[in-house]
Nanobody, 119 residues
Framework: QLQESGPGLVKPSQTLSLTCTVSGASITTAAYYWNWIRQSAGKGLEWLGAIDYSGDTYYSPSLKSRTSISRDTSKNQFTLQLSSVTPEDTAVYYC?????????????WGQGTQVTVSS
């Protein structure tokens, strides 16, 4: 099970920070990638990045300069930070798990959390 948490409203130019708390599996298990994905109104799913069992990170090229993913293994959590946000970053943000054999195959999702960027 995955659960996103974080503020629902962020001001432009600030940093969006979300945490995904994982239960039922360890984020240090070699079997999985741990992903962040978002969906804006009227748009498809957009993969933001992932962290693997060893702590290596992978980012979408289009957002790499603004994105950072980290983890707290003691809490079994991983975190997304997206800097310099604009209203175009308004979306529902999801964390999701995918197998190490296919990072794009998301098997388990969090319920998603709405983040609005507005002053």
């Amino acid at each position: 099970q995955l659960q996103e948490s974080g503020p629902g409203l962020v001001k432009p130019s600030q940093t969006l920070s979300l945490t995904c708390t994982v239960s039922g599996a360890s984020i240090t298990t070699a079997a999985y990638y741990w992903n962040w994905i978002r969906q804006s109104a009227g748009k498809g799913l957009e993969w933001l990045g992932a962290i693997d069992y060893s702590g290596d990170t992978y980012y979408s090229p289009s957002l790499k300069s603004r994105t950072s993913i980290s983890r707290d293994t003691s809490k079994n959590q991983f975190t997304l930070q997206l800097s310099s946000v604009t209203p175009e970053d308004t979306a529902v943000y999801y964390c999701a798990r995918s197998p190490s054999t296919n990072r794009d195959k998301y098997g388990t999702w969090g319920q998603g959390t709405q983040v609005t960027v507005s002053s």
